[in-house]
């Protein structure tokens, strides 16, 4: 992490899993990684939030450059983002996205038979190629809203042209 006061992007991660694709994530070769910090593992979904929301929130209210990823498994949960949404107070909405695998990432990692940095690397490729190649997989296709509504806050300090 560079200048907490330039824009840039935590991420919480839900498990081990979840960490070694947004380590992946970090491999991509155009990205600032400078402008990203993956947190320590909280242990679960609901303690990604409930930590969110008990520490990390007040801090982004101190950094408005901050930005939030809440790396979760949706578990096969329809209303699970709709859940956490929820949590994510009002002033803080359009700073905090949440994006993970509609399942869990061991789904993901067997059906496309990649280990889970190297799913991480390929989900930057395609944010950085402006492509959907995996993130268009059926697991992960839930979260174009979230990607859609990122790309715009995130992607001017976090790839290099």
Not at 85 to 98: G, Q
Not at 126 to 140: A, M
Request: hydrophobic share 35%; aromatic share 8%.
């Amino acid at each position: 992490m560079s200048n907490k006061y330039q824009p840039h992007i935590h991420v919480l991660a839900e498990d081990d899993a979840n960490r070694q694709i947004a380590n992946g994530f970090l491999l991509a070769p155009n990205l600032n990684n400078r402008a990203v910090k993956v947190l320590p593992l909280p242990g679960g979904w609901k303690k990604t939030v409930e930590e969110f929301t008990k520490k990390y929130a007040s801090e982004m209210r101190q950094l408005p450059q901050r930005m939030m990823v809440l790396l979760i498994d949706f578990d096969d949960q329809e209303n699970r983002l709709t859940y956490v949404e929820s949590h994510i107070p009002d002033d803080l909405k359009a700073r905090v996205f949440v994006l993970g695998v509609l399942s869990e990432p061991e789904n993901l990692r067997t059906d496309i038979n990649k280990n889970f940095e190297e799913i991480g690397e390929a989900l930057a490729k395609d944010c950085s190629d402006n492509t959907n190649e995996l993130w268009g997989h059926n697991l992960l296709k839930h979260n174009k809203r979230e990607l859609e509504r990122m790309a715009s806050s995130v992607k001017p300090f976090l790839f290099n042209k």
